[in-house]
């Protein structure tokens, strides 16, 4: 099983890398696979590359998703 999620890109580097964004979080990733992302853009991220662009309402829905999900799983 693999897990990807989806994360705000905050800024361009060179080199096809990007800053994302993810809940505050931030991390460096390769943006070789999609190399038309822009700042405001949610890309998926997997392994430290972004894999694919996803639409900001289906990104939203799904962090929020991910969220419910660590909130049980803290609660007794």
Do not use: N, W
């Not at 999620?5 to 964004?21: S, T, W």
């Not at 505050?24 to 894999?51: C, F, M, N, P, T």
């Not at 962090?63 to 419910?68: D, I, K, R, T």
């Amino acid at each position: 099983m693999c897990l990807a999620i989806p994360a705000r890109v905050v800024e361009l580097l060179p080199a096809l890398r990007a800053v994302v964004d993810l809940a505050g979080v931030r991390k460096e990733v390769s943006i070789d696979l999609v190399d038309d992302a822009q700042v405001g853009d949610y890309v998926i991220i997997h392994a430290g590359y972004a894999i694919g662009k996803i639409d900001p309402e289906e990104a939203q829905r799904t962090l929020a998703l991910f969220a419910e999900l660590a909130q049980s799983q803290a609660q007794p």
